[in-house]
T-cell receptor, first 114, second 112 residues
Framework: DAGVTQSPTHLIKTRGQQVTLRCSPI?????VSWYQQVLGQGPQFIFQ???????GRGNFPDRFSARQFPNYSSELNVNALLLGDSALYLC?????????????FGPGTRLTVT | KQEVTQIPAALSVPEGENLVLNCSFT??????LQWFRQDPGKGLTSLLL?????REQTSGRLNASLDKSSGRSTLYIAASQPGDSATYLC???????????FGAGTTVTVRA
């Protein structure tokens, strides 16, 4: 079975622009979470979605938004990009939001804001 | 708020030596603790998941222990190989929380 997939792999944006990142979970997984990892730090939680509903939100500004589609794939949108948004964006999937489940991560999208 | 710390930040060992990686967390009310491996610029690969009711979990050369009362987990890698060179992250999944709380990781270099 395919693992978690993310697209694009890399992208470069200019300050003030908007970006959309995409994630497809493992088949059968209904929960998707998004994390931001700045170089040299551990990932920081942004959002979790389950059955198209937001189940959790981290300490990120309203410029960050996400949604989940009926096929359980997800998009993360970031508006008005800042230099500090440069990071590796990771998507994780699990069968449900239940905390007993192992989280499986995708390869990430490397965002560079210039 | 759960705080996860990994010490040391970096570690260099000769090939064949056993590795001991430490992880501490401030809130012992966790569902589970997960260890990950991350290669430079890549995503996270799950290594081991320890449920709160377990004391340890093993997979091949890897063994992870969990002591909730002291807020500590340890990842042991036996007979290290150059291919084990990577950053290892631990993450705690707290009760009544949707997210994983990560440490900053320990970067391991195994010298041939």
């Amino acid at each position: 079975d395919a693992g978690v997939t993310q697209s694009p792999t890399h992208l470069i944006k200019t300050r003030g622009q908007q970006v959309t990142l995409r994630c497809s979970p493992i088949s059968g997984h209904k929960s998707v979470s998004w994390y931001q990892q700045v170089l040299g730090q551990g990932p920081q939680f942004i959002f979790q979605y389950y059955e198209k509903e937001e189940r959790g939100r981290g300490n990120f500004p309203d410029r960050f938004s996400a949604r989940q589609f009926p096929n359980y794939s997800s998009e993360l949108n970031v508006n008005a990009l800042l230099l500090g948004d440069s990071a590796l964006y990771l998507c994780a999937s699990s069968p449900s939001p239940g905390t007993a489940y192992e989280q499986y991560f995708g390869p990430g999208t490397r965002l560079t804001v210039t | 708020k759960q705080e996860v710390t990994q010490i040391p930040a970096a570690l260099s060992v000769p090939e064949g030596e056993n590795l001991v990686l430490n992880c501490s967390f401030t809130d012992s009310a966790i569902y589970n603790l997960q260890w990950f491996r991350q290669d430079p610029g890549k995503g996270l690969t799950s290594l081991l998941l320890i449920q709160s009711s377990q004391r340890e979990q093993t997979s091949g050369r890897l063994n992870a222990s969990l002591d909730k009362s002291s807020g500590r987990s340890t990842l042991y890698i036996a007979a290290s190989q150059p291919g084990d060179s990577a950053t290892y992250l631990c993450a705690a999944h707290s009760l009544n929380d949707y997210k994983l709380s990560f440490g900053a990781g320990t970067t391991v270099t195994v010298r041939a």
